[in-house]
C-alpha cells in the first residue's frame, strides 16, 4: 500500500493534543510543510507531557506550566481547537467531526488519541465503578489526587505495573500513613520482566514501608464507613481477602481511544483495539495515519511494536511527519521505556515482551542494581536494567532495526 504524501499546502488534522500529536505538528513543520495544521483536544488545557503526573507532579516537585509541551518562546504555528472531542472520521470527503457536529475536512488525518485508564468495577450496584478509585492519565486525575492531603492515610494502590509502583512511591514519600500494592503476583510485574526485576523492585519497596497483598487479582471495590462515619473502601481479591483503605489508585492498565473510531474503515488491532498502521503509521485508509498510545504499529519487517511508552508515542510522531511530508525516512530506535520509583531507575531496551528466557547477567534483586537479559530462542531481544544507565544506553546507540516497510499485517499476524 502506498500513501501519498500530503501537500506542502495541505491542511493536515491531528485528532489528539497529546505527546504524539503535538510532536507529529512540530516534524511535519520542520520538513517545510507551510499548509494550516489543526490540532484537536479534548481537554481544556493546552498539550502537556504525561510521565511526572505519576511522579514529580504528585509531589509538588514539578509544577503545571512545566509540562507544557509548547515553547512559548518558539511556539507551534497551528490551530488548536481544544476543549471538544472529536466523535467521528469521514474518508469521503476526508475529514473529522468534532461533538458540536461540525465537519472539519482535511487532506490528511492523524490519529493521536492516547489511551484512557482502565477502572475497577464497584461491588455495589448503585455507586459509578470510575468515581470510586483515583487513577491516573489526565491532568484532572493527578490534579485531584495531588490536592488529596495523604498523611496518615490507608492508601491501597491496585495493580503491579510501573505506574502502580509509582504511584505507592509517591504516596509513602507524601506521608501516607500505609500504602499497600494489590499486585495480583507476589512479584510485581513478575510476568512480563522476569521474577528477578520484580523481587528487586519489591525489595525496594519494602525497604521503604510499602506492603504488598497476598498476589491475588484484585476484582471489585466498595466504599464503607469509617470508625468516624467517614468514607472509606475495600478493595475486594480473588481469594476473599478484602483490603481497606482511606484512598484506592486504580492503576490497571489502559485502554486506546478509539471507541470514536468504531464505524470508521480503519482497522483495530484484535489484540488491543489499537488502530493497526505498517511502520510509517499509515492505517488501510489512504491519508490516515496513526501514532502513539492509539496506535499498534506492525509490520513483517520489524514485527508489533510495543503500545504505551513515551518514546514509542515520541518516535512514532517523528516516523509519521517524515512520510507525511515525504522526507526521508526515519527509523525507529528498538523499544525503549523507564520508569522512577524511589531510588530507582528501571529502563528498558528491546522486545522484552517477545522473551522466553530472563537471564540476570550482573547485580542481584537484594541490592538496587541489576541487569537483565531477555532472549528468544536463544537471540537476544532486550534487556533491562536498575540504576544502570551506562549498559542501558549502551545499548540502545548500538542497536538500531531497520526503515520503514509501507504494508499493514494481515489480521492474523498481530500476535505477540
Ligand atoms: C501518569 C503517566 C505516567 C507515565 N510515565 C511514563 C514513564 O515514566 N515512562 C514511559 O516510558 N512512559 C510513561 N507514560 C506513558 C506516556 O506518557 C505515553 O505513552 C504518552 O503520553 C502517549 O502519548 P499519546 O500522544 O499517544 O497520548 P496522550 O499523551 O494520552 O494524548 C492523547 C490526547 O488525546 C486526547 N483525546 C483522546 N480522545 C480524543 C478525541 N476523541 N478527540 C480529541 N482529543 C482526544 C486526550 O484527551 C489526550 O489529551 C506515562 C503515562 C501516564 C499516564
Not at 469521503?92 to 468495577?121: C, E, K, N, R, Y
Not at 526485576?197 to 491475588?216: D, K, L, M, Q, Y
Not at 498502521?277 to 492509539?294: E, H, L, M, R, W
Not at 526521508?328 to 522466553?356: C, K, M, T
Amino acid at each position: 500500500m502506498s500513501t501519498p504524501p500530503l501537500a506542502p499546502e495541505g491542511h493536515l488534522l491531528i485528532v489528539g493534543a497529546g505527546l504524539a500529536g503535538y510532536h507529529t505538528a512540530r516534524g511535519v513543520r520542520a520538513h517545510g510543510h507551510t499548509g494550516p495544521i489543526t490540532i484537536f483536544g479534548e481537554e481544556h488545557r493546552p498539550a502537556y507531557d504525561r510521565p511526572a503526573l505519576s511522579k514529580a507532579y504528585l509531589t509538588g516537585a514539578v509544577a503545571e506550566e512545566d509540562l507544557l509541551l509548547d515553547d512559548p518562546e518558539d511556539p507551534l504555528d497551528v490551530i488548536w481547537i481544544s476543549g471538544v472531542g472529536v466523535v467521528s472520521l469521514s474518508t469521503d470527503p476526508l475529514g473529522v467531526i468534532t461533538q458540536d457536529g461540525v465537519f472539519h475536512p482535511g487532506d490528511a488525518v492523524v490519529i493521536t488519541t492516547g489511551a484512557s485508564a482502565l477502572g475497577l468495577p464497584s461491588a455495589t450496584a448503585e455507586e459509578t465503578p470510575e468515581a470510586l478509585p483515583y487513577v491516573l492519565r489526565n491532568m484532572e486525575d493527578a490534579l485531584a489526587l495531588r490536592d488529596t492531603d495523604l498523611r496518615g492515610t490507608d492508601v491501597v494502590v491496585v495493580g503491579g505495573g510501573f505506574l502502580a509502583l509509582e504511584a505507592a512511591a509517591t504516596c509513602m514519600d507524601r506521608g501516607a500513613g500505609s500504602v499497600t500494592v494489590a499486585a495480583g503476583e507476589a512479584y510485581p510485574g513478575s510476568r512480563r520482566l522476569g521474577e528477578p526485576v520484580g523481587e528487586a523492585i519489591r525489595r525496594a519497596h519494602e525497604a521503604r514501608g510499602v506492603e504488598f497483598a497476598p498476589p491475588s487479582r484484585a476484582q471489585a471495590i466498595r466504599r464503607c464507613a469509617g470508625d468516624q462515619g467517614q468514607s472509606r473502601y475495600e478493595v475486594l481479591l480473588a481469594d476473599g481477602q478484602a483490603l481497606a483503605a482511606d484512598i484506592v489508585i486504580c492503576a490497571i492498565g489502559a485502554e486506546p481511544r478509539t471507541e470514536w473510531l468504531l464505524d470508521a474503515p480503519v482497522q483495530l488491532c484484535p489484540h488491543n483495539g489499537a488502530v493497526l498502521c505498517d511502520d510509517t503509521g499509515a492505517t488501510a485508509v489512504p491519508g490516515v495515519y496513526a501514532a502513539g498510545d492509539c496506535a499498534q504499529w506492525a509490520s513483517h519487517s520489524s514485527g508489533l511494536r510495543p503500545v504505551g511508552h513515551w518514546q514509542e508515542a515520541f518516535e512514532e510522531a517523528a516516523v509519521v511527519a517524515a512520510a507525511l511530508t515525504g522526507a526521508a525516512p526515519v527509523a525507529l530506535q528498538e523499544p525503549y521505556f523507564w520508569s522512577d520509583q524511589f531510588n530507582l531507575r528501571i529502563q528498558g531496551v528491546g522486545r522484552i515482551h517477545l522473551a522466553d528466557e530472563v537471564t540476570v547477567v550482573d547485580g542481584t534483586p537484594e541490592g538496587a542494581d541489576l541487569l537483565v537479559h531477555y532472549s528468544r530462542q536463544g537471540e537476544n531481544v532486550g534487556i533491562l536494567g536498575i540504576n544502570r544507565l551506562r549498559d542501558v544506553t549502551r545499548w540502545r546507540r548500538s542497536s538500531r532495526i531497520r526503515p520503514a516497510a509501507r504494508e499493514v499485517p494481515a489480521r492474523e499476524t498481530v500476535t505477540v
